[in-house]
Every structure is written in structure tokens, then in C-alpha cells.
């Protein structure tokens, strides 16, 4: 089965689904809605066609012969099928096989480093890209930490996402088998285990102060090995995410008692008995600040994007990194976040069409201000 489209967007139905297809929409690049369900996938995509998409509706089932089959013919796919720890190696696999570069909308570091780890090298040498978190998580952050590491002498990293309180069913589900993983920072240059209930005290812009939750992040799965990166660290930032970490450090500790496997079930089938899909974000009320700070050899640093709708910037990331791949703008093959393959200075560009602010506190401001655009 040729795609007959040159973007596969798998799990298109779901809610950020649904954003990647209108972002693509929007940037007029013929694509596949493609998925499960026959019946979520066929109004979508009748919907955004009587708009002028150019598109099509496929249902597959998720073996890796029905991968395959979807993508065989397509240059890019950009999976959405979370938990990816449970869903995503099928996907990458097939993206392999038939030659396409793969993005996704990952947070799971654990399912990152196995990427990184299994398909990265056998991505390179096919000169394919392969990028996860081609999303609000972790892609900004990433750009900005590359953009306070072109400052010469900075080595230690400390990034803090501070989004508004939304969340997708899929994304705390996302959250819960993270937690009970082990989680990684940078310190000395190596990979360190973080403790899985860590909260302290961030400073944001305008004097606000949240409580914040150090996390595995994705940064770090893309900053490893990297000789200029002694320090990295990213958190979390959110009060009420604060209040329950210690239901995440509980999970942790059962989880080395009782079977994994057994847990991940448990929490991906209750949790959507507990939670509904958000609405649609509100582009006036849903902000969003992220911030990374650079130091070292006497010098200091800050980076600095404000936003709005996580959600829907994550919808327009994956959108403009596929159309990056498809007009031939990566630098970088093998596994790279989106500042790595395309450049910092062209990710918060992008970011900049839709809304976002940068800006840059330190000795060299003018190395990266203004952000190139498009």
C-alpha cells in the first residue's frame, strides 16, 4: 500500500492529533490521517478536506506488517500513538524499514534513550532523521539550551518548563509510566539518576515563584556525550503537579516490588476513568514561559521563550519540522532533536510565527538575537 501522501500523521484522531493535521492544513502539505479507528479517522479528514486540506483517512491495525504497509511510500511520520513506551517502537521500526524519517510528540525519556540507544546508528547510516519530541516537550527547551551553549565557556544547564494547568488523557498516562522509571540528569558529564520526587522552589519572570518537579527530560537524552554540557538539569514547574509528587515517588518505589508491566497496566487503564480530554486550549488564558539558564567560567546566561497552548504549539512543531525534512533543511541524520538537525535559531523562529517571544539576557545578546525565521 503506497501512502500516496508524502506526511503519515499515526494516531491523527486523538486530540493532539487532530492539531498536527490543522497545522499541516495550514501549511498546505498533503499528509495521511492515519490510525485505528476508521470511524474517528473518516470526519476528521472529510472535515479539514472541505477546508482545502489535502488529505486522506487511513485505518490500520498496529502489527508491524500494517506499519510498514502505511508508510511504504511516505517520507515522514510523525507518530502520535502514546505511551510510546507501550505503542512507539512499532512505529520506529516500521519508519526504518520503509526509509522514512521519523518525528513524534514524545515526553518519555526511558522511551528516548531507547531510540537513541537501538535505532540511532541504523538511522544514520540510512541518512534518516530521527526526532522525537517534536513538541512543546522538549523541543523549545532544547533550542534554547543550544542557543546559551553558543556562548563559549558555558557548561552547566538548568531548564524549567512552566506551562498552564492542561493535560491530555494521553499525556498523563505518559506521565505515570515515567514516573515509575528511572529518571536522568547531567552532573560531571554523566548520566546521574534523579530521585523521583524532587521538588524545590523556580523563579519565572515577574517575580512569580512555582514549585517545581525535576523530571527526566528529553534535553538530556539529546545533550548526552555532549563535551560542552558538564551540568544539565530541567524542571517541571507547576503547584499542583508539586502537591502530588509524592504519589510519583510512591509509584517508584512499588515499582521495585512489583512487576512493571503489571503497573503500567493498571495506570493506563484508570486513568481514563479518572480524567477527560481538556477543551480546546485558549490561546489568551493558556501561557506559557520556559526558561534556561547558562553559567560557567564566570559567565551567565539566560534564555527566555513565552508562549501560549502548549497543545497547539506542539501542533505546529510537528507540522514545520515535517515540512523542514520534506524541503530538504536538516543538517543532521541519525538521532537529533529538532535544534540539533534544523538549528536553534530556526526553531524559535518558527515558534515566533505563531505567537512566541524571545528573548536573551547575557554578554553576547546580539549572537542570537533577532531569531531567524522561515
Known amino acids: 500500500m503506497n501512502s500516496q501522501k508524502p506526511v503519515v500523521v499515526y494516531a491523527a484522531s486523538g486530540y493532539t492529533g487532530q492539531l498536527i493535521c490543522e497545522s499541516l492544513s495550514e501549511l498546505r502539505i498533503p499528509f495521511v490521517a492515519a490510525g485505528r479507528s476508521a470511524d474517528k479517522l473518516n470526519p476528521l479528514a472529510s472535515r479539514l478536506a472541505a477546508k482545502g486540506a489535502d488529505c486522506v483517512a487511513r ?25 510510546f513506551s507501550l505503542l512507539g517502537h512499532e512505529v520506529v521500526a516500521a519508519a526504518l524499514d520503509e526509509g522514512v524519517h521519523y518525528l513524534d510528540t514524545t515526553g518519555e525519556q526511558d522511551f528516548m534513550f531507547d531510540l537513541r540507544r537501538d535505532f540511532g546508528p541504523r538511522f544514520e547510516a540510512k541518512q534518516l532523521l530521527l526526532s522525537p519530541s517534536a513538541a512543546f516537550l522538549w523541543a523549545p527547551g532544547s533550542a534554547l539550551a543550544e542557543l546559551c551553549l553558543d556562548v563559549p565557556g558555558i557548561d552547566r544547564l538548568t531548564i524549567a518548563y512552566a506551562p498552564p494547568s492542561l493535560q491530555t488523557v494521553a499525556s498523563l498516562q505518559s506521565m505515570m509510566r515515567s514516573a515509575r522509571r528511572p529518571g536522568y540528569y547531567i552532573d560531571n558529564g554523566r548520566l546521574t539518576s534523579l530521585p523521583p520526587d524532587h521538588v524545590h522552589d523556580v523563579d519565572l519572570p515577574g517575580g512569580e515563584v512555582r514549585r517545581g518537579l525535576r523530571v527526566g527530560s528529553g534535553e538530556i537524552t539529546f545533550l548526552q556525550g555532549d563535551p560542552r554540557v558538564r551540568f544539565a538539569d530541567t524542571t517541571f514547574t507547576s503547584n499542583e503537579l508539586a ?30 476513568k479518572l480524567k477527560k480530554d481538556p477543551p480546546a486550549e485558549d490561546p489568551a488564558t493558556q501561557r506559557f514561559v520556559i526558561k534556561v539558564v547558562g553559567e560557567g567560567k564566570g559567565k551567565r546566561v539566560r534564555a527566555f521563550l513565552r508562549g501560549h497552548s502548549p497543545y497547539i504549539s506542539t501542533g505546529f512543531i510537528s507540522a514545520f519540522a515535517a515540512q523542514g525534512v520534506l524541503d ?26 505563531i505567537g512566541a517571544e524571545l528573548s536573551f539576557e547575557g554578554p553576547t545578546k546580539d549572537h542570537v538575537l533577532p531569531a531567524i525565521t522561515a
Do not use: C
Not at 59 to 83: D, Q
Not at 250 to 266: A, E, H, P, T
Not at 331 to 353: C, D, I, K, N
Open 243 to 272: 502537591r502530588v509528587a509524592p504519589i510519583f515517588g510512591m509509584w517508584n518505589r512499588i515499582s521495585r516490588v512489583v512487576d512493571g508491566d503489571l503497573l503500567d497496566k493498571v495506570s493506563d487503564a484508570l486513568i481514563p
Open 59 to 83: 485505518a490500520v491495525e498496529h502489527t508491524p506488517e500494517g506499519l510498514r504497509r502505511l508508510l511504504r511510500g511516505a517520507r515522514v511520520v510523525i507518530n502520535v500513538s502514546g505511551p
Open 328 to 353: 530538504g533543511k536538516a543538517q543532521r541524520t541519525g538521532y537529533a532533536s529538532l535544534a540539533q538537525a534544523f538549528g536553534a535559531r530556526y526553531v524559535l523562529g518558527r515558534l515566533q510565527e
